[in-house]
């Protein structure tokens, strides 16, 4: 057990945070830190093929060990964190025989992860769990699927009585910032199907996953002293305002769940001439999510039309971009891939949990680029914040999902 955490607590205490307003690849130069050292791991553990391109794409090859060809499986990870919480300094914390009650990250500033909260912790007593200090996120997503996947190949590599066929791996960066396939050479890393080791709690098997859009809508106004401003001042923050009034209440991310849908405003910068709003448009139904973007092109358009007069231009640009679209349609023409996960989890006892994910994953674009490419969980909870853990045991339990799907391929299509 102290293995699988000392390579966790490895890379988490690396600060690999993306960050969406950088146009290079990686989007932050601090994620070349773990890429390096990951490349030098995977050759230190007898990987073939090590390679890292200029944009810190890592790739490797486990060799097959059989006398007959099986289709080539990969497994695919993120090494970069969210900017939605930073991941500097690092403090991971380890509390062992977990005894389900309140675990305190942090006494000075009272920040206390607790089972009456979030109740998920309570199928982890008597594990052992990796919590963060309350001051940073964890990094378990994606840190822990590096550590299950790295830790899965040296297994193998220490254990050639155990048959396989060819295996991949690749790590990516900028997978938090939607642009973690950007790069991905498909063709290079010549695997049939992958997974991605992306998922939260133990058992989870995802191969449907939201569409999703991108919006910024930058309002603009016009600034006159507030005393003699009656009929002459638009104020650019109160149209943003009542843009976000026309959104649908109840069709957000806390009022919704399963295969809901929501808007979501993610940002507001303004000023009296200048508010830019961003928001994020989610929904399973590729249908419905054309809709929600029609939506928004609506209201856009109205109060455009309501000040044209006044302004005398659209007071208001919007800007909407796709980002990835739900697998679904990519991996249903080829469900075996799905079904022998699911039986290497049941092999494992592991009950697997097939839902939506209500997120993207790499897995999502990779699928849209030819590589089909359901996900895996990774073990961890709460992910993107400062309540972030994962228990040790279930990232044990994916290093043996990644070695069962590798034997079980190996004799499904034994000739
Ligand atoms: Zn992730």
């Given at each position: 057990?102290?293995?699988?955490?000392?390579?966790?607590?490895?890379?988490?205490?690396?600060?690999?945070?993306?960050?969406?307003?950088?146009?290079?690849?990686?989007?932050?130069?601090?994620?070349?830190?773990?890429?390096?050292?990951?490349?030098?791991?995977?050759?230190?553990?007898?990987?073939?093929?090590?390679?890292?391109?200029?944009?810190?794409?890592v790739m490797a090859t486990?060799?097959?060990?059989?006398?007959?060809?099986?289709?080539?499986?990969?497994?695919?990870?993120?090494?970069?964190?969210?900017?939605?919480?930073?991941?500097?300094?690092?403090?991971?914390?380890?509390?062992?025989?977990?005894?389900?009650?309140?675990?305190?990250?942090?006494?000075?500033?009272?920040?206390?992860?607790?089972?009456?909260?979030?109740?998920?912790?309570?199928l982890y007593k008597g594990?052992?769990?990796?919590?963060?200090?309350?001051?940073?996120?964890?990094?378990?997503?994606?840190?822990?699927?590096?550590?299950?996947?790295?830790?899965?190949?040296?297994?193998?590599?220490?254990?050639?009585?155990?048959?396989?066929?060819?295996?991949?791996?690749?790590?990516?960066?900028?997978?938090?910032?939607?642009?973690?396939?950007?790069?991905?050479?498909?063709?290079?890393?010549?695997?049939?199907?992958?997974?991605?080791?992306?998922?939260?709690?133990?058992?989870?098997?995802?191969?449907?996953?939201?569409?999703?859009?991108?919006?910024?809508?930058?309002?603009?106004?016009?600034?006159?002293?507030?005393?003699?401003?009656?009929?002459?001042?638009?104020?650019?923050?109160?149209?943003?305002?009542?843009?976000?009034?026309?959104?649908?209440?109840?069709?957000?991310?806390?009022?919704?769940?399963?295969?809901?849908?929501?808007?979501?405003?993610?940002?507001?910068?303004?000023?009296?001439?200048?508010?830019?709003?961003?928001?994020?448009?989610?929904?399973?139904?590729?249908?419905?999510?054309?809709?929600?973007?029609?939506?928004?092109?609506?209201?856009?358009?109205?109060?455009?039309?309501?000040?044209?007069?006044?302004?005398?231009?659209?007071?208001?640009?919007?800007?909407?971009?796709?980002?990835?679209?739900?697998?679904?349609?990519?991996?249903?023409?080829?469900?075996?891939?799905?079904?022998?996960?699911?039986?290497?989890?049941?092999?494992?006892?592991?009950?697997?949990?097939?839902?939506?994910?209500?997120?993207?994953?790499?897995?999502?674009?990779?699928?849209?680029?030819?590589?089909?490419?359901?996900?895996?969980?990774?073990?961890?909870?709460?992910?993107?914040?400062?309540?972030?853990?994962?228990?040790?045991?279930?990232?044990?339990?994916?290093?043996?999902?990644?070695?069962?799907?590798?034997?079980?391929?190996?004799?499904?299509?034994?000739?």
């Open positions: 057990m102290q293995h699988i955490i000392d390579r966790f607590i490895g890379y988490v205490t690396v600060d690999t945070e993306s960050d969406p307003e950088s146009n290079t690849t990686p989007s932050t130069a601090k994620q070349w830190d773990l890429a390096n050292k990951l490349v030098e791991e995977l050759k230190q553990i007898g990987l073939s093929d090590v390679s890292i391109d200029d944009k810190s794409y486990l060799p097959s060990n059989l006398d007959y060809e099986v289709p080539t499986i990969g497994f695919v990870s993120h090494f970069d964190t969210t900017p939605d919480f930073t991941g500097k300094d690092v403090k991971p914390q380890i509390v062992k025989n977990y005894d389900g009650g309140d675990i305190v990250l942090n006494k000075e500033l009272n920040i206390v992860l607790s089972p009456s909260y979030f109740k998920d912790l309570l594990q052992t769990l990796i919590t963060t200090d309350g001051t940073t996120l964890l990094g378990a997503d994606d840190k822990a699927g590096i550590t299950e996947i790295m830790t899965a190949m040296e297994y193998l590599v220490q254990n050639p009585q155990i048959k396989h066929g060819t295996l991949k791996v690749c790590f990516t960066p900028d997978e938090e910032i939607g642009r973690g396939a950007d790069h991905f050479d498909v063709e290079k890393f010549g695997a049939d199907w992958a997974y991605t080791m992306d998922g939260s709690q133990i058992g989870e098997l995802e191969y449907e996953n939201f569409n999703a859009a991108g919006v910024k809508i930058r309002f603009k106004g016009k600034s006159v002293h507030p005393g003699y401003a009656k009929g002459k001042m638009i104020n650019s923050m109160l149209l943003a305002n009542k843009f976000i009034s026309k959104l649908p209440k109840d069709e957000t991310p806390e009022t919704t769940k399963n295969y809901e849908g929501f808007f979501h405003v993610t940002n507001i910068q303004g000023s009296i001439e200048d508010t830019l709003v961003q928001l994020i448009i989610r929904d399973h139904n590729r249908n419905k999510f054309e809709k929600r973007k029609e939506y928004v092109e609506e209201v856009v358009a109205k109060i455009n039309k309501k000040y044209q007069k006044q302004f005398g231009e659209d007071i208001a640009i919007l800007e909407i971009k796709d980002q990835y679209y739900n697998m679904r349609d990519k991996v249903a023409p080829v469900m075996h891939i799905v079904k022998l996960a699911e039986q290497a989890m049941k092999e494992l006892n592991i009950k697997p949990l097939i839902k939506p994910i209500r997120g993207g994953t790499d897995g999502s674009r990779l699928s849209f680029m030819g590589l089909p490419c359901p996900n895996i969980f990774a073990g961890g909870h709460n992910f993107h914040g400062k309540y972030e853990y994962v228990p040790v045991e279930s990232m044990q339990k994916a290093v043996e999902v990644i070695v069962k799907i590798a034997e079980l391929n190996a004799i499904q299509n034994k000739k």
